[in-house]
C-alpha cells in the first residue's frame, strides 16, 4: 500500500524556520516526483514546491521562493521542505504529494497524498 506520512509540523515565530519531512512507502521512491502543497480553510490547495526524480529539478512559488528549498532523499525515501522567515501568511496544512510523471505544480496531477501536517506561525 503506496503511504506518505508528514511530520514536523508545529507553532512556529514569524521569523523562524521549519522543517516539514515527508516519508513515503514507495517500492521505488526515485520513480515518484514529489510536490508541497498547503492549504488554510476555505481556500484551495495552493502549490508549494516540487522536485524531480533524481532532485536535479526544483521549482517554488512566488509565496516561498528565496525562503524555501525542498530537498530529496531516495536511499531513505523521504522529502524535506524547509522555509526560513517564516510568515504568519505561511500557516496552513501542509501536504506532500507524489507522481510518477516530471514535477508539476498543479494539485490535480498527483496521484498520492499525505494526511498533512499543521504550520501555524505566530506574529
Known amino acids: 500500500q503506496v503511504q506518505l506520512v508528514e511530520s514536523g509540523g508545529g507553532l512556529v515565530q514569524a521569523g523562524g524556520s521549519l522543517r516539514l519531512g515527508c516519508t513515503a512507502s514507495?517500492?521505488?521512491?526515485?520513480?515518484?516526483?514529489l510536490g508541497w502543497f498547503r492549504q488554510t480553510p476555505g481556500l484551495e490547495r495552493e502549490f508549494v514546491a516540487t522536485?524531480?526524480?533524481?532532485?536535479?529539478?526544483?521549482d517554488y512559488a512566488d509565496s516561498v521562493k528565496g525562503r524555501a528549498t525542498i530537498s530529496r532523499d531516495n536511499a531513505k525515501n523521504t522529502v524535506l521542505l524547509q522555509i526560513d522567515s517564516l510568515k504568519p501568511e505561511d500557516s496552513a496544512v501542509y501536504y506532500c504529494?507524489?507522481?510518477?510523471?516530471?514535477?508539476?505544480?498543479?494539485?490535480?496531477?498527483?496521484?498520492?497524498w499525505g494526511q498533512g501536517t499543521q504550520v501555524t506561525v505566530s506574529s
Open positions: 514507495f517500492p521505488i521512491f526515485s520513480h515518484y516526483s
Open positions: 522536485i524531480s526524480w533524481w532532485g536535479d529539478t526544483t
Open positions: 504529494a507524489a507522481r510518477t510523471a516530471g514535477p508539476s505544480h498543479s494539485s490535480r496531477d498527483y496521484t498520492y
